[in-house]
């Protein structure tokens, strides 16, 4: 390399110093911007869940309810110039965020879970790890079972039902509006790893059911699916 060569290298390796982090993050920031939250993909048919619940509620639920928190979440990030690669690590420090993120984000996440907590192979009493906690910390699924629909049943206006792992406790706790109980705006009483989650917004319901929430409570456990109640008790374990 000559004197020259050394020079011109010299300059633009300067220049590229410089120039490159502040490029590098423009065209990061492009690139990540065109990444959206999609509506993730419904395990099983619309009818899958009948009788418990409906075909009709299913495709609404997804299509308009779920559809739109996602759409609504796109914006809200886009608005408030917020790049999200990760829904949960947005929703753990909702506290820095705007209502419009944590409400939509919140239905974002919510029923993306709720979906995978039933299955038309659902149902019955648990089997696994899940059973043995249920066990040491209800002392009984029927124990359980009837702390979980009591909850669900008498919780106020719009909101969802929870099994949450606590500090390595299982818990029962309810959430109002689309709020998750991995939220930083929560209490601490209602904070914890979800592991099972019930909708009991009038929407999951109300064309079945109408104002009978007590009864599609009472069918939702013929249809939760265990082997996710699992899956999510071992993801809780590894952090
Ligand atoms: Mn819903």
Not at 79 to 108: M, W
Not at 118 to 131: K, L
């Given at each position: ?5 050394f020079?011109k290298?010299?300059?633009?390796g ?20 065109q990444?959206?939250?999609?509506l ?9 869940l009948?009788?418990y ?6 495709e ?9 928190y ?10 408030s110039?917020?790049i999200?690669e ?8 909702a ?8 409400n939509?984000g ?28 249920i066990?040491?910390?209800f002392?009984?699924?029927e ?9 669900a ?14 500090n390595?406790?299982l818990?029962?706790v ?18 914890g ?9 009038e929407?999951?319901?109300y064309?079945?059911?109408q ?6 409570v009472?069918?939702f456990?013929?249809i939760?699916n265990?082997?996710?109640?699992n ?9």
């Amino acid at each position: 390399m000559n004197k020259r060569e050394f020079l011109k290298t010299g300059v633009i390796g300067s220049l590229g110093l410089i120039a490159l982090p502040a490029f590098g993050r423009n065209r990061l920031n492009v690139f990540r911007d065109q990444k959206e939250f999609k509506l993730p993909e419904l395990p099983y048919a619309f009818d899958a869940l009948e009788p418990y619940i409906d075909k009709e509620t299913m495709e609404l639920h997804y299509t308009k309810h779920h559809a739109t928190y996602t759409t609504k979440f796109n914006e809200a990030l886009k608005e408030s110039g917020v790049i999200a690669e990760n829904v949960r690590s947005i929703l753990a420090d909702a506290s820095k965020y705007t209502e419009a993120i944590i409400n939509n984000g919140g239905g974002y996440l919510n029923h993306k879970m709720f979906w995978k907590c039933m299955s038309p192979d659902g149902g019955g009493t648990p089997t696994g790890q899940i059973a043995t906690l249920i066990d040491r910390d209800f002392g009984s699924f029927e124990n359980f079972r009837n702390e979980f629909s009591t909850a669900a049943k008498t919780l106020f206006g719009s909101g969802w039902t929870w099994l949450i792992l606590q500090n390595g406790v299982l818990k029962v706790v309810t959430t109002s509006n689309q709020d998750n109980p991995i939220m930083d705006i929560l209490p601490a009483e209602k904070k914890g790893f979800p592991l099972l989650c019930l909708d009991v917004w009038e929407h999951a319901y109300y064309l079945k059911y109408q104002n009978r929430r007590a009864d599609y409570v009472d069918a939702f456990w013929s249809i939760i699916n265990w082997e996710t109640v699992n899956n999510k008790l071992e993801k809780s374990a590894q952090g």
